[in-house]
């Protein structure tokens, strides 16, 4: 048993007549190795925010005070002129649909083109099982490309408008839901499958008929998921990029002082989307996964 | 079998609810993809795709296209100095000194010959210029009155175009341009030119063993240092390419998500705690972190990075804390989550020794929970890498930066290749760090 737990090769044994000290070496030394582990990590971040702070145009400390500022003078400004609040939000409306329409269709455009991937790369359903690493090494690149390097270069393309980002965020989410789709396929039951085959099924029936209706909730969940993490995606491309409400608030900063109302209404327009979106999406992904 | 399709046969409720079940279900399985269909129509329709082929500048995608595997050498005349200067993008720091010039350049005097391969060859001389084309003939240029005056067999190909006031050819060798002001070629070679060494440097053109012998036994070119150290620092002070700054940027976004990351689960698992249904019996205060969670994350990220950014000024470590911020919400709300379904049997076991509140967390919780936690830490510093290449070009700081400044000065593609296949690999690597550490750290994964 010693010999097992301690490996073949001669060393220092435990004093198998002292269980006790023994273990407590053990424990003794998985410690220090654990606190050294720690203090290495520790200094790695301290020294991380020390540089960062360097590197920064304005230091921490000094910012600190300020970080309400902002904040502090927007909403005044708001508040001043709140008059106005109400048609700014009815003017940004348009813009805000039009990011959600931008998460909507990236999300379904990346969600069908996963559903293809992950079943031609899931092992045991793939139609042409040779090719499943090709599949899976297609979704990895998809996804390790950021969003914002495929959209502006489409936006130098195809000029602005928020086809660019549909496509840059649309591709992300196929490759990252593609991962997501595979991992559950692969737990489906082969039966149904195998059943369909046996009376002629084509692929596509087998998928459609023997699979989809297994995997339907936990994909449905998952892309709801990435609807959330989609809509933040079409909001920060538009201030990068072009397009959506992102944009509206790049202009609206840019103004600055004077066009603070725009400021916080689009603030408070896109906090709302997020929020109802969010809790959307939670209470269909419980009732999904749960089941009631 | 036959039992089932018989109409004619008394119905039994049950039957009748499976049939309505189906019945159902198809009809849902036809209105899905139609619905699917029709938003797709209206997003179409909304996004003005048919005006998107009007708005496409296709010669933008050659331009990058050819960008990516290639670079172009400008050889130009100024037609009122008769200067003559060669340089790699047009760009001063790629402009050849006097006297040096690519072999393809002869310069003779008032007389200037450009090869550009295949029988393509371009002469200046004081009469004006003009282009060899085999297989086509000679392209004559005279200045008359100061007008370019063209000379060419008939009829005139569509791969020139005459103004009043300037021809210009385009082959597959490269192109060349006349204008009142100045004459102009253009070569393109495959490669990143000067991507080791600008044309300033002493290395500049040195072969792989000239280099191999310099770097080694050979004589110091500068007596003060050893000549690897010379060309390390040439290359890292590469004034075309900058690759001190760029590595120094990919850097700073690693760490902006590193700092983000890490930052956010230090300060989330106290929080989470604070969060959790049975380690925090107040409801109040239980509630008030969960919505505090909530407010963090619903007012995003995109607002936390303008507001922060007011407050620190541009920098790596307004991303970073920018990222902490919005991650602190995500985690507090997975690391409660975690904690609410911990088996409460162990720490009823380390409890029955007589441990106080925090050893029960430390050898009770704690080690339950750590494996969620730290696949979920790992994966969140995966797509922060990702992140905060995007946060870099809001807060003005990392590889992030340097593209979208790249991009939007519409010039120098070749370096949004470049930065671009490096980000690509920093998110491949960071990808496979973050697995293998997975993998060391949480058995069974």
Do not use: C
Not at chain 2, 142 to 157: F, H, N, Q, T
């Amino acid at each position: 048993m010693v010999d097992i737990a301690f490996g073949p090769t001669p060393g220092p044994r435990p004093d198998m007549n002292d269980p006790k000290s023994a273990y407590m070496e053990m424990v003794r030394r998985k410690r220090m190795y654990g606190g050294i582990l720690l203090l290495l990590f520790m200094a790695l971040l301290y020294s991380g925010w020390v540089l960062a702070d360097d590197r920064n145009a304005g230091g921490f400390w000094d910012g600190l005070p300020n970080i309400l500022d902002f904040p502090a003078e927007v909403f005044s400004e708001a508040w001043r002129d709140r008059a106005n609040l109400a048609p700014i939000f009815a003017q940004h409306v348009p813009s805000l649909i039009e990011t959600l329409n931008i998460a909507a269709v990236s999300t379904l455009l990346g969600a069908l083109f996963a559903i293809a991937l992950s079943l031609l790369a899931t092992r045991g359903l793939a139609r042409w099982p040779r090719l499943i690493p090709v599949f899976r090494r297609t979704m990895d690149a998809m996804r390790a490309i950021p969003e914002i390097v495929i959209a502006l270069v489409l936006i130098y393309i195809l000029g602005g408008g928020p086809v660019p980002a549909v496509i840059a965020i649309g591709l992300h989410t196929g490759g990252a839901l593609g991962k997501l789709f595979s991992e559950v396929a692969e737990n489906a039951d082969l039966k149904p499958i195998e059943g369909l085959q046996s009376v002629g099924a084509t692929w596509i029936q087998r998928m459609w008929l023997g699979v989809m209706p297994q995997v339907a909730p936990n994909w449905l969940s998952y892309a709801l998921l990435r609807f959330e993490i989609n809509l933040r995606a079409s909001a920060i491309l538009g201030f990068v990029g072009e397009g959506g409400i992102g944009h509206d608030l790049k202009l609206a900063m840019q103004w600055g002082q004077g066009r603070y109302d725009s400021v916080v209404a689009i603030f408070a327009l896109l906090f709302v989307a997020i929020v109802v979106v969010d809790q959307i999406s939670d209470y269909f992904r419980h009732r999904l996964v749960k089941g009631h | 079998m036959t039992m089932f399709a018989n109409a004619s046969l008394p119905t039994t409720p049950l039957h009748a609810a499976v049939l309505q079940s189906f019945a159902r279900k198809r009809r849902i399985a036809f209105a899905v993809p139609l619905m699917i269909l029709a938003y797709l129509i209206y997003a179409s329709i909304s996004f003005d795709l048919a005006g998107l082929a009007a708005r496409a500048r296709i010669d933008n995608a050659a331009i990058l296209l050819s960008d990516f595997w290639s670079h172009k050498t400008h050889v130009t005349r100024d037609n009122r100095t008769g200067q003559v200067v060669v340089a790699i993008e047009g760009e001063n720091k790629g402009t050849y000194p006097k006297g040096m010039q690519p072999d393809w350049v002869s310069i003779n005097g008032d007389v200037t010959t450009i090869d550009l391969g295949a029988g393509h060859i371009v002469t200046y001389d004081l009469a004006g210029a003009r282009m060899v084309v085999p297989s086509y003939g000679t392209i004559n240029i005279r200045e008359v009155g100061g007008k370019p005056v063209l000379d060419a067999p008939l009829p005139i190909p569509d791969w020139i175009s005459v103004a009043p006031n300037k021809v210009s050819v385009t082959t597959d060798a490269g192109r060349f341009s006349y204008s009142r002001s100045k004459v102009e070629t253009f070569k393109y070679q495959a490669g990143w030119e000067l991507w080791f060494f600008t044309l300033d440097s002493p290395f500049y053109g040195k072969s792989l063993a000239d280099m191999a012998y310099l770097a080694t036994i050979g004589p110091r070119l500068d007596e003060t240092r050893l000549n690897a150290a010379y060309m390390l620092s040439e290359w890292w002070n590469n004034r075309m390419w900058q690759h001190g700054v760029v590595v120094w940027a990919i850097f700073e976004t690693i760490l902006m998500a590193f700092l983000g990351t890490m930052s956010a689960a230090i300060v989330s698992l106290p929080l989470g705690f604070l969060a959790a249904r049975n380690f925090m019996p107040l409801g109040f205060l239980r509630g008030a972190v969960r919505r505090m969670f909530d407010f963090i994350r619903g007012v995003d990220g995109l607002i936390w990075t303008v507001i922060l950014s007011r407050a620190f000024g541009p920098g790596p470590m307004t991303g970073a804390i920018a990222i902490a911020l919005t991650d602190t919400g995500s985690f507090g709300k997975m690391f409660s989550e975690a904690l609410e379904n911990i088996d409460e049997k162990q720490v009823e076991g380390v409890q029955s020794t007589g441990a106080n509140a925090l050893q029960r967390a430390r050898f009770g919780v704690i080690p339950q929970v750590m494996p969620v936690l730290l696949a979920q830490v790992l994966y969140y510093l995966e797509s922060n890498t990702r992140s905060a290449t995007v946060i870099g070009a809001i807060v003005g700081g990392g590889i992030g930066l340097l593209l979208t400044q790249a991009i939007v000065t519409q010039k120098d593609w070749e370096e949004v290749a470049y930065y671009m296949v490096l980000i690509v690999l920093m998110v491949m690597l960071m990808d496979s760090l973050s697995g293998w550490l997975r993998r060391k750290l949480i058995k069974g994964a």
